[in-house]
């Protein structure tokens, strides 16, 4: 059985980089959907030029 020392320690090492990868994945979340979102507008506004046009 193992120690809970060494739980612990693995735990303090984990958290940090789950952490770390949970408010990167966020980032990248809220960066492509800024993009998409940026992208649907510009190919609105084109299609609204056309329409125009």
């Given at each position: 059985?193992?120690?809970?020392?060494?739980?612990?320690?693995?735990?303090?090492?984990?958290?940090?980089?789950?952490?770390?990868?949970?408010?990167?994945?966020a980032?990248?979340?809220?960066?492509?959907?800024?993009?998409?979102?940026?992208?649907?507008?510009?190919?609105?506004?084109?299609?609204?030029?056309?329409?125009?046009?």
């Amino acid at each position: 059985m193992k120690d809970p020392g060494s739980f612990q320690g693995v735990l303090s090492f984990a958290l940090p980089e789950i952490f770390i990868f949970y408010i990167f994945f966020a980032e990248l979340r809220f960066y492509f959907g800024f993009e998409s979102f940026l992208s649907v507008s510009a190919l609105t506004g084109k299609k609204q030029k056309l329409f125009i046009q």
